[in-house]
């Protein structure tokens, strides 16, 4: 059974900084892309980031690229999102998940979910 726990949210003032945390056990994740995803009240969850296990390779939505880095340690099975010049815009609960389509953007592709931890930046 595929369990995803993501820490390192928090409260945060505009232009700080976060590093979230997503630790994966369960299964082998070679062949899979992790994703980043994000929620605001009232909103649907929207595609944040996303990493290949194998190789590293990363996408970004436009809203977050140059600001936010996904990165991998294949050994500790860890997934980390750098949340650099923070915006209020980037408040929600934000997800990892794990899909086996190469840097799949869509949530229905999307197959098991962290239960999510909560970003709030202050203006």
């Known amino acids: 059974q595929v369990q995803l726990v993501e820490s390192g949210g928090g409260l945060v003032q505009a232009g700080g900084s976060l590093r979230l945390s997503c630790a994966a056990s369960g299964r082998t994740f070679s062949g899979y892309t992790m994703g980043w995803f994000r929620q605001a009240p009232g909103k649907e969850r929207e595609f944040v980031a996303a990493?290949?296990?194998?190789?590293?390779?990363?996408d970004y939505a436009d809203s977050v690229k140059g600001r936010f880095t996904c990165s991998r340690d294949s050994d500790k099975k860890m997934v980390y999102l750098q949340m650099n010049s923070l915006k209020p815009e980037d408040t929600g609960v934000y997800y990892c998940?794990?899909?086996?389509?190469?840097?799949?953007?869509?949530?229905?592709?999307?197959?098991?979910w962290g239960q999510g931890t909560q970003v709030t930046v202050s203006s």
């Open positions: 990493i290949t296990w194998r190789g590293g390779v990363s």
């Open positions: 998940a794990t899909a086996q389509i190469r840097l799949a953007r869509n949530t229905w592709l999307y197959r098991d």
